[in-house]
């Protein structure tokens, strides 16, 4: 079952790792066209962030695409950290896969 976030700002899921329930699957993270470059992804994810801890997660992971500069930011400042690397066979570029110990 996901759960689905969204406010004024954006949204976000999050479901748990199927059979490891301890595990975050972060995706669909957005912030809303008309208000982006205005610093609300960061205050979208400290949200994401929160509420991993509130559901009791241990470690959550995302994957972002290796060109996304503005999100790979989002991620660092909010203490994200890159785990590894893998060519995305849809688009040729790169997708990183991030993940966070819940805390
Ligand atoms: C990625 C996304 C969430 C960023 O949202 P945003 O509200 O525009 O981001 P912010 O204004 O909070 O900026 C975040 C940081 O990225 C930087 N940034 C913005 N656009 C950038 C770009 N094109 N290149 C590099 N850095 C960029 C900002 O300067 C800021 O950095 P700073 O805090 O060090 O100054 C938004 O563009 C989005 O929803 N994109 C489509 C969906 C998506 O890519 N989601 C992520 C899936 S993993």
């Known amino acids: 079952m996901s759960d689905r976030f969204i406010n004024d700002d954006g949204a976000f899921l999050i479901d748990p790792m199927p059979s490891q329930p301890q595990l975050a699957l972060c995706h669909g993270f ?20 929160q509420i991993l801890h509130e559901l009791q997660y241990d470690f959550a992971v995302c994957t972002v695409d290796g060109s996304n500069e503005a999100q790979k930011k989002v991620l660092t400042r909010a203490g994200w950290r890159w785990l590894a690397s893998f060519i995305n066979r849809k688009t040729g570029s790169h997708t990183e896969v991030w993940g966070w110990q819940v805390s």
């Open 30 to 49: 957005f912030v809303q066209h008309s208000k982006r470059g205005k610093g609300r992804a960061h205050g979208l994810k400290a949200l994401q962030n």
